[in-house]
């Protein structure tokens, strides 16, 4: 487990230097990053661990720079979903593309190995991949 957790944290240094330098904050990209389908804000608190009045300022920060929109949800037109714009797309394709140019030890694993790792983490942890 140590070593899982030096792993996760460097993987998470990574991640917040490479948002850094694209003006976001690690909690910023962090939501990009999560943000596959449109979700509430409820949702996106649940999942980045934290009070949704903090998700409602990252959204709105998210927001002012075009990288996220509110939208309303189409079960319920009380919940605002928070959904990724083309320009937020693209922010979180060139920080996750960067960091993998900061990983190269991965490169070092061939094919079959990648596929193991992946297998190995989706059994420890189910459900991360989706």
């Known amino acids: 487990m140590d070593q899982f957790a030096q792993a996760a944290a460097a993987y998470y240094r ?11 904050t690690f909690m910023q990209g962090k939501m990009l990053s999560l943000l596959r389908e449109p979700m509430s804000m409820r949702s996106l608190a649940a999942l980045l661990g934290c009070d949704a009045s903090n998700v409602t300022l990252i959204v709105d920060r998210l927001e002012a720079r075009r990288l996220v929109h ?10 605002k979903n928070i959904a990724v714009t083309d320009e937020g797309t693209e922010a979180i394709r060139v920080i996750r593309a960067e960091m993998m140019s900061n990983l190269t030890a991965l490169e070092q694993l061939d ?18 991949g989706d």
Request: aromatic share 6%; proline share 5%.
């Open 14 to 24: 990574n991640f917040a230097l490479v948002a850094a330098e694209h003006g976001l």
């Open 70 to 79: 509110r939208e309303v949800n189409r079960h319920d037109r009380r919940i």
């Open 111 to 128: 094919a079959p190995q990648r596929h193991a790792l992946q297998n190995l983490l989706a059994q420890v942890f189910p459900g991360s």
